[in-house]
């Protein structure tokens, strides 16, 4: 795989709650989207970038880190599989604009390995 990005996923129990410390205090104050269950925040240079989960829409888990795969997730998911990686959910296209899956890292790490359709990464 050649990742494209990658961006860290913080379990916060609410959003809303928690926008005023990393959008005011750390200064992520760019929120470049916003699902309700997630929100990606970004400096306004868009050096440093964050998202908050507050519980993933359609995954039985929430990911630690997002690892952006650009036009390979189907060959990135055959290569988990194939590694004998644990599939925690399985390659899906999100009505989002998304298809990704996730994967255990021998550590227990899930991992969200995404592809965005409708963006460039």
Do not use: K
């Not at 868009?46 to 952006?68: E, I, K, M």
């Amino acid at each position: 795989m050649r990742p494209t990005g990658t961006t860290a996923n913080l379990n916060v129990p609410d959003i809303e709650e928690a926008r005023s410390f990393y959008a005011d205090y750390l200064g992520l104050s760019v929120e470049e989207m916003n699902l309700g269950w997630v929100a990606r925040f970004t400096t306004p240079d868009g050096r440093a970038v964050v998202q908050l989960v507050s519980g993933d829409a359609t995954a039985p888990v929430d990911s630690a880190l997002s690892v952006h795969a650009g036009d390979d997730v189907e060959a990135a998911y055959e290569e988990a599989q194939r590694r004998g990686f644990e599939i925690v959910y399985p390659l899906t296209t999100e009505p989002w604009g998304v298809r990704r899956f996730f994967v255990r890292a021998p550590d227990g790490t899930v991992i969200n390995i995404v592809s965005h359709s409708d963006v460039a990464e």
